[in-house]
C-alpha cells in the first residue's frame, strides 16, 4: 500500500524537489555574480 502510494507521488515530489534544488542553486548564482 504504502510503496504504492510513492510510486503514485513520485513524479510530483521529483518536480517539486527540483524547483527546491532551482530556488536553493539561485542564491550561489548570485554569489558568484557578485565576486566575479
Given at each position: 500500500m504504502?510503496?504504492?502510494l510513492l510510486d503514485?507521488?513520485?513524479p510530483l515530489y521529483?518536480?517539486?524537489e527540483?524547483?527546491?534544488n532551482d530556488?536553493?542553486?539561485?542564491?550561489s548564482y548570485?554569489?558568484?555574480l557578485?565576486?566575479?
Open positions: 504504502a510503496n504504492e503514485f507521488e513520485a521529483s518536480k517539486y527540483k524547483f527546491l530556488l536553493e542553486a539561485i542564491p548570485l554569489k558568484l557578485f565576486i566575479a
